[in-house]
C-alpha cells in the first residue's frame, strides 16, 4: 500500500511539472528533429526584442504607426530521423500577468483621465517571407480572441502532412532545412502596427509576443 | 515488480524535463507610449477690430460673421471654452480716451460681457444652454435677455468654466455628456450640411446701443451688467483678449 502511495506521489509531481509548460509553447511529445538550444537546429532573432510605438503627434492618432519589419526569425531545422521531423511555429501574446487579461500592462499611471486601456486584439501583426508560407502570409492580424496567450499559427501543425522546401508556392513548408540554403521559406519577417483611434487613455503600455518552435509529430 | 514500476514511473517523470527535443521561443516587447495630443487650429486672424464711426453702429451693433474657425483635434475626451480676459478679468483694457472733459457719467470700465460670440454648431456634448449657440437677440429688442450671448470672463483664464459657465463644446465634469470624445475635425464626418462636432465657426458682435450703455452685457447666470443711464462709454480706444482653451475633459 506504502509502495503504491509513493507511485501516486511521483505521477502527481509528474503530472505538475508537465503542466508548468501549460503557456501555449510547451514540449513537444516526439524527438524527431535536432534540438534548437543545445543541438545543430537554430531559431534565430536577428533584430531587436523592443518594438515601441509613440504616438505623440496627432497625424501618428490619425494614420496610425507600422513598424515594419522589426522581428525577423531564422531558421534552421535539422531531423533525427529521417522522414519524421516536422514542426509548427506561432505567436501568442501576453500581458505579463495584468488584469484584466484582456488589456495591455500598464505601465505607469496614466497620463490621463478618460478613455479606455488599451486591449489586447488592438496590435496588429503581419507575417511574411519570399514564398508566402505563413498561414496568412502578408495580411495584418489581429488576436481576435482578445485573451492572454491568444495564439496566431505561423506555420500551423499540418496533422501528420509534412511539407519539404523548394516548391516555393505558398505551402506551408514544415520539414527540415534552413534559412541559409532555403532563404525565402525559412525566413520570417513580422510588421507591427498600431491605429489607437481616440477614445484611449493616454499612457505607457506593454504587451510581448513570444514566438516558438516546436516539433509536431 | 515493484522496482521495474518504480523506475519506469521516474523514467516518466524525467521525461518531462527532457531538453533533446525542437522547442524555442523568442520574446518581442512591444511598448506603446500614448501621448495626450491636443490641438486646436485657429486659421482666421487674431485681430478684430470693432470702429463704430457712425451713429447707426451704435445703435445697430457691429457684426463679424465667421470672424474666427476653430478647428479640433484631440487624443483624447476634450472641453473647448473662450473666456474674456484682460488687465482685471472684468473689464476691457482702455488704451486712449477720446474724451476731454470730465463727466462722472463718462464711464471707461466697460464689462467684458459686452461683447457677444455665436457659434456654429451648437454645445453637442454639455448642458443645453450653457453655450453661444442661441442667434443674437435684435438690437430693438423690447426687453433682452442680457448675458445670453456674452463672452464668459474672469481674471484666471486657464481655470475651466463651471458648469454653470458656457462652453463652445462639452461641460466641467466628465459624467456622461460632460465631454467631446476623442476625435479629428480631418475625420469626422459631418452630418449633411453641419460642421462637425470638431469645426466651429465664431460670430462676435458688439452692441453699444444708445446710449451706448451694451444693454446685451451680462453675467452667465443672465444678471445685467449693461450701463445704467444716465451713464454712457466713454468714447476711446479699448481692448481685450478673448482667448479659446482646449482641455482634456475634466
Not at chain 1, 519577417?189 to 518552435?213: H, M, W
Not at chain 2, 465664431?202 to 452667465?220: E, K, N, V
Request: charged residues 10%; contains cysteine.
Amino acid at each position: 500500500m506504502k509502495f503504491y502511495g509513493k507511485i501516486i506521489l511521483l505521477l502527481i509531481v509528474n503530472l505538475l511539472a508537465v503542466n508548468t509548460f501549460s503557456q501555449p509553447c510547451s514540449n513537444p511529445t516526439t524527438s524527431n528533429c535536432a534540438d534548437a538550444i543545445a543541438g545543430t537546429s537554430k531559431f534565430l532573432m536577428s533584430t531587436p526584442g523592443n518594438v515601441n510605438f509613440t504616438f505623440d503627434d496627432m497625424q501618428k492618432y490619425v494614420s496610425g504607426i507600422t513598424n515594419s519589419g522589426s522581428t525577423q526569425l531564422r531558421l534552421k531545422v535539422d531531423e533525427i530521423i529521417a522522414g519524421n521531423c516536422k514542426w509548427k511555429l506561432m505567436m501568442y501574446i501576453d500581458n505579463n500577468g495584468y488584469l484584466p487579461t484582456n488589456e495591455w500592462e500598464q505601465v505607469i499611471t496614466p497620463y490621463g483621465l478618460s478613455g479606455n486601456n488599451p486591449e489586447l486584439n488592438l496590435i496588429q501583426v503581419k507575417v511574411y517571407n519570399g514564398c508566402g508560407t505563413p498561414l496568412s502570409s502578408g495580411i495584418f492580424q489581429t488576436f481576435t480572441n482578445n485573451v492572454n496567450y491568444d495564439i496566431l499559427d505561423i506555420i500551423p501543425d499540418l496533422l501528420g502532412v509534412r511539407n519539404m522546401p523548394g516548391s516555393c508556392d505558398g505551402t506551408n513548408i514544415n520539414g527540415p532545412g534552413s534559412y541559409l540554403t532555403n532563404y525565402n521559406e525559412y525566413n520570417f519577417n513580422i510588421d507591427y502596427r498600431i491605429l489607437p483611434g481616440y477614445a484611449l487613455k493616454s499612457g505607457v503600455y506593454q504587451i510581448k509576443i513570444n514566438f516558438c518552435l516546436v516539433e509536431v509529430p | 515488480m515493484k522496482k521495474i514500476i518504480l523506475i519506469v514511473s521516474f523514467l516518466g517523470f524525467f521525461s518531462a524535463f527532457s531538453f533533446g527535443q525542437l522547442i524555442d521561443e523568442k520574446n518581442v516587447t512591444v511598448t506603446m507610449d500614448l501621448q495626450p495630443v491636443l490641438q486646436l487650429h485657429m486659421t482666421t486672424s487674431d485681430q478684430v477690430d470693432f470702429v463704430f464711426d457712425d451713429i447707426r453702429e451704435y445703435y445697430g451693433g457691429i457684426i463679424k460673421y465667421a470672424a474666427t474657425i476653430l478647428k479640433v483635434s484631440s487624443s483624447v475626451s476634450w472641453d473647448l471654452y473662450a473666456v474674456g480676459t484682460s488687465q482685471n478679468g472684468t473689464t476691457w483694457d482702455q488704451q486712449m480716451s477720446y474724451s476731454t472733459v470730465v463727466n462722472p457719467n463718462s464711464v471707461s470700465a466697460l464689462p467684458l460681457s459686452l461683447l457677444e460670440l455665436h457659434q456654429y454648431e451648437a454645445n453637442a456634448f454639455g448642458l443645453a444652454g450653457f453655450d453661444y449657440s442661441e442667434l443674437f437677440q435684435a438690437a430693438n429688442v423690447a426687453i433682452p435677455v442680457t448675458g445670453q450671448n456674452s463672452i464668459y470672463n474672469s481674471a484666471t483664464p486657464y481655470t475651466a468654466p463651471l458648469a454653470t459657465d458656457k462652453y463652445i463644446q462639452g461641460s466641467a465634469g466628465t459624467g456622461l455628456l460632460l465631454g467631446a470624445p476623442g476625435g479629428s475635425y480631418l475625420t469626422a464626418v459631418p452630418a449633411a450640411g453641419a460642421f462637425s462636432n470638431y469645426y466651429f465657426t465664431i460670430d462676435y458682435r458688439i452692441l453699444p446701443g444708445l446710449p451706448a450703455t451694451f444693454p446685451m452685457a451680462g453675467t452667465s447666470a443672465l444678471v445685467s451688467e449693461a450701463l445704467v443711464p444716465p451713464q454712457y462709454a466713454e468714447p476711446g480706444v479699448y481692448t481685450m483678449n478673448a482667448k479659446y482653451i482646449l482641455l482634456e475633459d475634466q
